[in-house]
């Protein structure tokens, strides 16, 4: 991961790339060098960086940017990047900032950015926004031109209050190693991440202190997880679940066991849940080949529940929370599971299963009744790329939110403001839940298309007992096709940082 210092205003860097930040002029003048380093720099080149950005039309609008090449006083380039309008400045303006230079200065093995007169918190948004558009995945690239690869270790960030963007980096920095984990897992072939070695990657999360736990098929079986087990039941990798506890509060106990008292309510465990397949065919009722090669991103609710609990222990949060992910692969075979086919659930629920392309709400149907039984928890937020129907209906742009608790899905929608994980709001009703009445079992897997991705909610919110529940559909926000501000094209890990801005601002302490 790029490395990033904070330190005082001093003298010009000795070599490298310059950056310099520059809120947006009203006037039809071009923005000029700011105070500090942009103007020290525009003094050593005479004047020739503020020439240079006045020939380029540089007015410091948001997103906009322009690169002076080898301008002098040992500077191999100084880029300039707008902020925007300065009575507009925030947290977002900053990390778009951080990401559009980032490429700018990707071929310099150490580049500065003169941020003096940005507040430390701004500052720290400025180096995230870099960071997370820093990843790149290229474990198995072996032929890669060298002049093809990024040189930039270090991003230093120059601010006049350094040991307070230091503090308060140390956190952003475990949140982004967080985002960092679950965009490698997502982006990883299929045939590297099964059930199996997810699993294992889950586990090395005790090295921050989280305690992990892992369900084998024996396991599941003993505890009666059907509706799982009948998605993994095609496939030659066995499935896992894997909980995950991080006691940041209470020091330890896991929050094992019913705990009904008022007073232990706000000691409770909060709960996140991922559907992890980590490869789906659709079973029996397979996909089209064509974009079938996407599907082993399946597991991106998986992953993003991994990337939290390493956040919150990379960080040490004052909270108690647990991660429960079901790993499962959704293949065709002879002892596949079929159209038609009943289940019994860990609730004792029985589903009729209409579609097997319809088997990440299975999987998590058992997680969700198993997760309220053995810990209680405060609420539950299950994260999974559920249905192609609400990319129908939001596109790539926020993911579908659903929840029976109207406290949680606001604090959900102001934490997915706040972070640029943009969610929206979805209805739910006893109408929808009349779609997946069953003449042969308690309920079908599927209610139709008219409404899909509100039936499949519908469906889990069957497994939540009336606790605290949302449900994120990031079936449309887990994978970009393109770069976008500070998430590069590929895995996003949408999630991470939306539930640890959850935690962080109203269940810590």
Known sequence: MLEIAFVKPDALPRAGALVLLAAEVESAAAAAPPQGLGQRADEATGGAIGRALQAAGFKGRKGQSATVWAPGAGLTKVVAVGLGKAAELSPEAAEAAGATLLPAVSSDAEATVSAEHLPPALAVALAMGAVLRAYRFDRYRTKEKEEDKPKLQRLTVVTGEPDAARSAWAAQEAVAKGVYLARDLVTEPPNVLNPAEMAERCRQLEALGVEV?????????????????????GSENEPRTVVMRWMGRSGGGGGKGRRNSEAAAA????????????FDTGGISIKPAQGMEEMKWDMAGAATVVGL????????AKADAVGLVGLVENMPSGKAQRPGDVVKSYSGQTIEVINTDAEGRLVLADLLWYCQEKYDPRFMVDLATLTGAIIISLGHEHAG????????????????????????????????????KSDIADMKNVGGR??????????????????????LDIAGTAWASKDQGSTPKGATAFGVRLLDRLVAEHYEG
């Open 213 to 233: 736990e892992i369900l084998g098929p024996k396991e599941m079986r003993k505890l009666g997880f059907g509706a799982l087990l009948g998605v993994a039941q």
């Open 267 to 278: 000691t409770r465990p909060l709960a996140f849940l991922g559907k992890g397949v980590t």
């Open 309 to 316: 609990m390493a956040a919150l222990a990379g960080r040490k």
């Open 401 to 436: 939110l659903f929840s029976n608790d109207d406290e949680l899905a606001q604090r959900l929608l102001a934490a997915g403001l706040a972070v640029g994980e943009k969610c929206w709001r979805m209805p739910l009703g006893e109408a929808y839940d009349k779609q997946l």
């Open 450 to 471: 008219p409404g899909g991705s509100i039936t499949a909610a519908q469906f889990l919110q069957r497994f939540t007992n009336g606790k605290p529940w949302a449900h």
